[in-house]
């Protein structure tokens, strides 16, 4: 079963322009022990998808569920969700600013998280504030750690809330873009402290990046989001070797394929605007970028639904998009398909847009080297 299954989440803000629906009918689940990467263009509502399941959005309208073994966290009251938030769900947030508190010396934060929920006396709690220190890579810890947060570089305080949030070894680590502000060393000794976290204690991980080489070294399963929903969810391999949805395919193309394995590539949006939050476009909110638009596409807004025509994959592909479903990846032949339905439909916009948006070559594009056999 699931340690955590969304579904239908649904968060939106008041602003002074109306309503801005951030996260619209978002619907995932991770295992224990598996790593699902989440991924999408600035604005595409990672962030706030992911701290509403954990209570961390304010002033928004949310809906849905959140079941995390089997207890809705958008119903908990405040003081059990505060509970599971440190114990059973660690956080890492994308600015790190925002979880360490100015006035207190990073050890003493450190050592008050696990105060918070166990009990451990002073001097242990320094001795595995200094140990987890360690762990992410801060130097002479033994030093470090009577610091101040305005003390530690950037970087040292990402890896500060790393070893927050990993302090309690919970079962579901949420890690919003963990690794931006780090050197590549850096960043591979981290991956590895989550990889032996969900080794040690089957924790189940979502990372938010924009990091191709965190994806491929990292997910089993990738979700991609554009404009508040998920437009397709794959398993690792499918998701580069035999993508569906021409957004995906986008984010693809938009680094070259010979680095898109490689730590450091990152996805660089593609051309054009990410839609609008308070007026969406009709039918399918990638239409006015997609280089296959079909007229339907400006009425109808696809649904997620199983990709039936992949039998290879080997978790449940599903895709948001009008295209036939055995149109997979970068071959020669999928593209046909793809051509031959934009034809079939009578539109001419493949031909204008397709260029700007830099997909749509019948080209047969070999796929990233990216390992397909899991861990
Ligand atoms: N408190 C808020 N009030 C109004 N709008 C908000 C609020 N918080 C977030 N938003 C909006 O919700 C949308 C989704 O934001 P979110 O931070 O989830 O994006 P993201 O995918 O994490 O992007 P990035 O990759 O830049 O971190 C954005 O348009 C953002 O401006
Ligand atoms: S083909 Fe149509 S449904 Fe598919 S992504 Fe393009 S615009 Fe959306
Ligand atoms: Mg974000």
Redesign the pocket.
Known sequence: MALLEVDDLRVS?P?EDGR?H?VQGLSFSVDPGRTLAIV?E????????TQTMVGLT???QVSGRALFDGADLLTLPQEQLRRLRGEAIGFVF?DPLTSLHPQYTVGWQLAEVMRAHETIARGPARARAIELLTQVGIPRPEKRIDDFPHQFSGGMRQRAMIAMAVALNPRLLVAD?PTTALDVTVQAQVLELMKRLQADYSAALII?T?DLGVVADMADEVLV?YGGRAVEVADRRTLYYRQHHPYTKGLLASVPLSAAHTEGSRLIPIAGQPPS?LRPPPGCSFHPRCPYAMDVCTRERPPLEPVSGDLEATSEHTSACHLPEDALGSSAAAEDLRRAAVAAAGDTGFATVGAAVGVGSAEEVPAPDVAGDGR
Do not use: D
Request: charged share 15%; aromatic share 4%.
């Open positions: 803000f602003t801005l951030a999408g600035s604005g595409s509502g990672k962030s706030v998808a304010r002033g928004a994308q873009e938010i924009h989001m939050l």
